[in-house]
């Protein structure tokens, strides 16, 4: 049983609300609607999981890197952190985009 890949992820996701903080991307520009969307779209690709995992598309791969903890049969408890960083950096790269694009307009 290992923490490396949870650790990894949750490193991520700080890097993810540094940016957030530091350029109000997500969080720090709409904290409400940021809270709605990012829930919204995981759990959105977490029932996409659990209907893969029940039609037997998807399982847990076994590897050191994971700690073994599960939510539910064949979802890793790491699965809702990476979906939590995909959707959160999803965001910020989306809002980020839009603060350059704007940025270049007005110059």
Do not use: H
Not at 28 to 39: D, F, M, Q, T, Y
Not at 40 to 61: E, P
């Amino acid at each position: 049983m290992s923490v490396a890949y949870l650790l990894a992820l949750l490193v991520s996701l700080t890097g993810m609300i540094v940016l957030d903080r530091r350029f109000r991307l997500f969080f720090w520009r709409a904290p409400r609607v940021a809270a709605i969307v990012l829930v919204a779209g995981v759990l959105f690709f977490l029932a996409w999981d659990l209907i893969g995992i029940g039609s037997g598309i998807f399982y847990r791969g076994e590897t050191s890197f994971m700690t073994g903890l599960q939510v539910a049969p064949e979802l890793p408890v790491e699965e809702v952190f990476f979906l939590t960083f995909l959707c959160y950096l999803f965001m910020n790269a989306l809002q980020g985009a839009r603060m350059l694009l704007e940025t270049r307009r007005a110059a």
